[in-house]
């Protein structure tokens, strides 16, 4: 099989080829049902760098690639940072022809929207994110966001999911994405986002993309938590898969996701 490296943003967006054999990887996900399944996804380098010059597009191969596009072809919806929005230049989910029908035997809509965890609600109408004829990007923000802005993205076509006054309630924000998406949401980080949500114990399991590379310099890595409180997180191995040097790793969060999603 050949190496295909992304190029630009790590978003999929590009219409590149995956052999046929790697879009098999994660046909078993999601799993079956509808129960709520929250996954966050990440890719980073040997030495725990989740980026290169400031995106994760360099650091991926062709296995990272299928398995990216894999995840998002199971997910109802995408959340991600609005720093990683910037940083990687997202723009609408594309799914692969080969794995839509997937999508339409679970009943899903044809492709999942890009949710931003935003107090600021500072995002410009040039982004990506509002290009193309993708579903409207959802903005998860507060009740204390500034009003022009929001006024400002919902003349954009977001639509606007208010979780929590002061700091975004990620609790709340996945109910709400769930009762107006479906029960899979897929996490793209950034790591502050992504270690708000293991350390809360709302994390089904998390699949990470083990780049043949040492990245050097200070690059963040997968989770930047701010407070012990919550970790460690203890994660079982379920799979690993291997592609042209990608080391393709599944993990389940004991304890976490949809059983700490219920209401005492």
């Not at 050949?2 to 990887?25: A, C, F, K, N």
Request: aromatic residues 4%.
């Amino acid at each position: 099989m050949r190496r295909l490296l992304p190029t630009g943003g790590h978003d999929g967006s590009v219409d590149r080829p995956v052999d046929e054999e790697l879009d098999q990887v994660y046909a078993d996900v999601p799993p079956p049902g509808t129960a709520p399944w929250t996954a966050v996804s990440m890719v980073s380098s040997v030495d725990g760098a989740v980026s290169v010059d400031g995106t994760s597009g360099a650091l991926g191969g062709a296995g990272d690639l299928a398995a990216f596009r894999a995840l998002r072809a199971a997910a109802d919806v995408v959340l991600v940072g609005i720093g990683t929005v910037r940083a990687e230049d997202y723009g609408p989910v594309r799914i692969r022809p080969a794995l839509a029908a997937g999508r339409r035997s679970r009943g899903q809509a044809e492709r999942p929207p890009i949710a931003v965890v935003t107090r600021s609600l500072d995002l410009g109408p040039s982004r990506r994110l509002f290009e193309g004829d993708g579903p409207p990007p959802i903005m998860v923000t507060t009740a204390d966001a500034p009003a022009d802005a929001r006024t400002r993205l919902e003349d954009l076509g977001a639509e606007v999911i208010v979780a929590g006054a002061g700091s975004v309630d990620l609790r709340a924000a996945l109910n709400a994405l769930r009762a107006r998406c479906g029960p899979r949401v897929l996490v793209e980080g950034g790591p502050r986002l992504n270690a708000e949500l293991l350390g809360a114990g709302l994390v089904d399991e998390l699949f990470l993309t083990l780049a043949p590379t040492v990245a050097g310099g200070v690059a963040g890595r997968i989770v930047a938590a701010t407070s012990a409180s919550g970790f460690p997180v203890a994660l079982d191995l379920v799979a690993v898969r291997h592609h042209e040097g990608d080391l393709l790793l599944r993990y389940r969060v004991r304890g976490g996701g949809a059983d700490s999603m219920r209401e005492d």
